[in-house]
């Protein structure tokens, strides 16, 4: 389902995005039914309350609410601890339960997995100095913000010892990632995990970027623990 929104997308890429879409459509429908029948203590029951209370939620937009939580919970947050263990192994940082936080947050704002989110401009408008007409297409380098020389000093170098200041990595506005507690949580819990179980883990190749356009992660990352 991804690939639809990927560099080098292809008529085949396209064939394979709807078959999984159709099939997963179709697994989510038989989950929610089975939930309605039997309730339980979780998000999908939980979202069907909503769409049973009435016009909040039909159940098109509940099943496209679960699509977009799977796929923006599950993506980002799989490339962030890529992204996360490569940087933490060149510049040899020890993650650890207490500094994890410190850690994360350096690592989402070094290296983020969502580098770039675009906008339409609805009007004509002038921002610092810079003309958007009506149709316009923005695209709004979240990366780069996080390097922005006028906000971080050093940007280019990785530093667990900043004073903590907003990062661009889960957006801004309306639209601000609703899962960025989620993904933080997971990520000061599963690294700290991995670097107790494998304190030797070592890089065993260089790693590779993709070229996925949407996002910024390695399309693998080659480690070995002696
Ligand atoms: C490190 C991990 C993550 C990163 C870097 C990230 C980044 C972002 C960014 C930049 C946006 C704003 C998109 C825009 O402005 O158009 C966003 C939106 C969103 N994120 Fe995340 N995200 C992460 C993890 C998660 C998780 C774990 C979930 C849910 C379980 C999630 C759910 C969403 C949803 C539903 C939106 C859309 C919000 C809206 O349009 O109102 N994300 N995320």
Redesign the pocket.
Known sequence: MVGMYMAGRTRETEDRAVAATDAFVSFLRGYIEARRSEPRDDLITELIAAEEAGDKLSTDELIS?CI???N???E??V??IGNGVKTLLQTGTKITRDNAAKCVEEI?RFD???HM?T?WAYEDVEIEGTRFQRGDQVA?L?AAANRDPKIWSNPQVFDITREPKPI?????????????P???L??CTALPILFERLPQLRLAQEPQYSNLYHFHGLSRLMVRSP
Request: with cysteine; proline share 3%.
């Open positions: 609410t977009l939580l799977l923006a919970g599950h980002a947050t490339h962030t989402l983020p997995a969502l989110f906008r709004l979240l661009a990595s889960f957006g801004a506005g309306l639209h601000f990632c609703v899962g960025a989620l993904a933080r997971e990520l």
